[in-house]
């Protein structure tokens, strides 16, 4: 599927494409359109445009796939991860892309997991993310919730293995259906192709699933089994949660104590002009998910300058 909405020559006219027609819905999800650009995360021969990224179609580059943005903006709507806390799976990590994104709206105290059956790709998705963490002008740790990819067939999840949000990449067969709805908690949501249609999957109790289509018409490639020869040497997939430090839990709290009540209410606080460019778009400026590290762009050694003028007059009267 896709081509369901204009191409853009850049990544923010193709988020304005996706808000127009209405595949995109929330604030939140506009925000980590616009923060993570397509285009980082793929790659183009010498005869292709880079621009082909800002094009609503699916992408491909041997066992690497990217969906079209109009069925990630869906998935994400779908997901509602927008609580602080929530566990996240992403089976058939690919590229990265799609749990960079997942990354902001999950927060800093947060799990990101994404399983990935090609090594292959687990590497890639790894180099991508260093790169976007190095070069992208929104990232920062304590925004962020850092996805950890690792090599394995998500239909080998360990027992116990749940989550509170799950996003599936290619399409459910029928008869494993029952198996991946499993590896959802009580009051988790799920999205997956199944049938030819993308659902959202709510468990409702440990007995019991509540289904929605998203999009009525997709075409996803299907799971990979683990096959009959292999299944016996294969172990369950563990991947270790480990729980924030009391040293990081501490840092979260006053860093989002000063971007909420400290740094917006400060009149005239000189901003950097990539935040300026970042406001620009939105009009709720306290429900930004800005940066802490660039609210402050304060030069100190000017301050510090001041601060010594004024004593020096002090002085002087």
């Given at each position: 599927m896709g081509g369901a909405v204009s191409s853009g020559e850049t990544n923010d006219e193709l988020v304005d494409n996706l808000c127009q027609e209405g595949y995109i819905c929330t604030p939140r999800v506009e925000r980590v359109f616009r923060m993570v650009d397509r285009a980082v995360y793929m790659m183009f021969e010498e005869d292709e445009r880079e621009n082909m990224a800002y094009e609503?179609?699916?992408?491909?580059?041997?066992?690497?796939?990217?969906?079209?943005?109009?069925?990630?903006?869906?998935?994400?709507?779908?997901?509602?991860?927008?609580?602080?806390?929530?566990?996240?799976?992403?089976?058939?990590?690919?590229?990265?892309?799609?749990?960079?994104?997942?990354?902001?709206?999950?927060?800093?105290?947060?799990?990101?997991?994404?399983?990935?059956?090609?090594?292959?790709?687990?590497?890639?998705?790894?180099?991508?993310?260093?790169?976007?963490?190095?070069?992208?002008?929104?990232?920062?740790?304590?925004?962020?919730?850092?996805?950890?990819?690792?090599?394995?067939?998500?239909?080998?999840?360990?027992?116990?293995?749940?989550?509170?949000?799950?996003?599936?990449?290619?399409?459910?067969?029928?008869?494993?259906?029952?198996?991946?709805?499993?590896?959802?908690?009580?009051?988790?949501?799920?999205?997956?192709?199944?049938?030819?249609?993308?659902?959202?999957?709510?468990?409702?109790?440990?007995?019991?699933?509540?289904?929605?289509?998203?999009?009525?018409?997709?075409?996803?490639?299907?799971?990979?089994?683990?096959?009959?020869?292999?299944?016996?040497?294969l172990s369950p997939l563990e991947i270790l949660i480990e729980p924030m430090s009391l040293k990081e839990l501490c840092r979260l709290a006053i860093l989002r104590r000063l971007t909420r009540t400290g740094y917006c209410h400060i009149p005239n606080l000189p901003l950097s002009h990539h935040l300026k460019e970042y406001t620009s778009h939105y009009r709720n400026w306290e429900s930004l998910p800005l940066p802490v590290k660039t609210l402050c762009p304060i030069d100190h050694s000017k301050a510090d300058g001041e601060s010594t003028k004024k004593k020096k007059n002090k002085r002087r009267e």
């Amino acid at each position: 599927m896709g081509g369901a909405v204009s191409s853009g020559e850049t990544n923010d006219e193709l988020v304005d494409n996706l808000c127009q027609e209405g595949y995109i819905c929330t604030p939140r999800v506009e925000r980590v359109f616009r923060m993570v650009d397509r285009a980082v995360y793929m790659m183009f021969e010498e005869d292709e445009r880079e621009n082909m990224a800002y094009e609503d179609h699916a992408w491909r580059r041997g066992t690497l796939h990217l969906s079209a943005p109009c069925i990630y903006t869906r998935a994400l709507e779908a997901l509602k991860l927008n609580s602080s806390g929530l566990t996240f799976l992403n089976i058939g990590s690919g590229t990265g892309y799609f749990s960079t994104m997942a990354g902001f709206l999950l927060g800093p105290n947060s799990v990101n997991h994404g399983v990935e059956i090609y090594q292959q790709n687990v590497e890639y998705a790894c180099e991508h993310l260093d790169e976007f963490k190095k070069s992208s002008k929104w990232y920062d740790p304590a925004a962020f919730c850092e996805p950890t990819f690792v090599v394995g067939n998500g239909l080998l999840m360990g027992v116990g293995m749940r989550y509170d949000r799950v996003y599936c990449g290619a399409a459910c067969p029928p008869e494993h259906l029952d198996l991946v709805q499993g590896m959802l908690n009580v009051g988790g949501v799920m999205v997956v192709p199944h049938d030819h249609q993308l659902k959202s999957i709510t468990r409702v109790s440990e007995s019991d699933w509540s289904t929605e289509v998203i999009l009525p018409s997709v075409s996803f490639a299907p799971l990979v089994l683990p096959s009959a020869e292999t299944i016996g040497d294969l172990s369950p997939l563990e991947i270790l949660i480990e729980p924030m430090s009391l040293k990081e839990l501490c840092r979260l709290a006053i860093l989002r104590r000063l971007t909420r009540t400290g740094y917006c209410h400060i009149p005239n606080l000189p901003l950097s002009h990539h935040l300026k460019e970042y406001t620009s778009h939105y009009r709720n400026w306290e429900s930004l998910p800005l940066p802490v590290k660039t609210l402050c762009p304060i030069d100190h050694s000017k301050a510090d300058g001041e601060s010594t003028k004024k004593k020096k007059n002090k002085r002087r009267e």
